[in-house]
C-alpha cells in the first residue's frame, strides 16, 4: 500500500510538472494582465479616472504598495503618478 501511494504521489507530480511546464509561460501572462487590471483599479483615482469605489480600494493600495513601481514602469509611466509615493 505504502508503494502504491509512493507511485501515485510520484505520478501526480510528473502530471503537475508536465502541465505547468506546458503552459507555464501562458499562466504567468495571464496572472500578469490580472495583477496589472487590479493594480489599475485600485489606483484609478491617482491617473485621473473616477473610481466611484475608491473609498473600498484604500486597504488594497496599502497590500499592493510594493507593487507599485514594477506596475508603473509596466504600464509606461516613467514617474509615479502618487503624490504620496516617491519611488523614482
Known amino acids: 500500500m505504502k508503494r502504491l501511494r509512493q507511485w501515485w504521489q510520484r505520478l501526480n507530480r ?3 510538472t508536465g ?6 509561460r501562458a499562466l504567468t501572462a495571464d496572472i500578469r494582465q ?3 487590471a487590479l493594480m489599475l483599479v ?5 491617473l485621473g479616472i473616477d473610481n466611484p469605489m ?14 507599485f ?3 508603473h514602469r509596466r504600464a509606461g ?3 509615479s503618478v502618487l ?6
Open 14 to 16: 510528473a502530471l503537475e
Open 19 to 24: 502541465y505547468y511546464t506546458r503552459h507555464r
Open 34 to 36: 490580472r495583477h496589472d
Open 42 to 46: 485600485v489606483h484609478a483615482d491617482a
Open 54 to 67: 475608491a473609498h473600498h480600494m484604500l486597504e488594497l493600495k496599502v497590500l499592493l504598495a510594493d507593487d
Open 69 to 71: 513601481h514594477d506596475w
Open 77 to 79: 509611466l516613467d514617474h
Open 83 to 88: 503624490d504620496c509615493t516617491r519611488c523614482c
